[in-house]
């Protein structure tokens, strides 16, 4: 089998709960993510809205390099840092940004009555999905022996400081 043929073996816990909790959040970020209901009347909305566009496409750059690391490693050698470094820093950042679209729900106020969203179930499980993502992130990259930047990989020397 040549080095540029993906490998397709099994993955291991970490990439699945990863690559599946990710994949799933990324339906999720469609469905019901806040509602709103005023004498009867309901409205909901998905987390393609705002900065949640940003989070879902972050979300959905992250899987591809989680992906490409666990079943192409070969393909993302040459990248100046490792891919699941990647594809964790941008699940987390995509955590932030569906967080950050929570809490600037739109929200209203007039007549003695406050009108505003509120999140709605698939948001729960949306935010759920994303917090399972990054730790299997962290942990499938704890496997694979990648350290955050300025921490040592795992069993090796402490990292040394930045030279001036």
């Given at each position: ?136 992130g ?25 030279s001036?």
């Open positions: 089998m040549s080095s540029s043929t993906p490998d397709f073996k099994a993955p291991s816990r970490n990439d699945q709960v990863f690559l599946g909790a990710g994949f799933l959040a990324f339906i999720f970020s469609f469905i019901a993510f806040a509602h709103i209901s005023f004498d009867g009347i309901g409205n909901t909305i998905s987390a393609w809205h705002g900065i949640g566009v940003l989070a879902g496409l972050l979300l959905v750059v992250g899987l591809v390099a989680g992906a490409a690391a666990v079943f192409a490693p070969a393909s993302v050698s040459g990248l100046p840092v490792p891919a699941r470094l990647l594809a964790t820093g941008l699940a987390a950042l995509a955590l932030l940004f569906f967080v950050i679209r929570w809490l600037t729900l739109p929200n209203a106020h007039g007549f003695g009555i406050n009108v505003g969203y509120s999140l709605y179930w698939g948001g729960y499980v949306l935010l759920v999905l994303n917090i399972a993502t990054v730790a299997a962290f942990l499938g990259m704890k496997d694979a022996g990648v350290s955050l930047p300025g921490q040592a990989a795992a069993g090796g020397p402490p990292a040394s400081p930045p001036v």
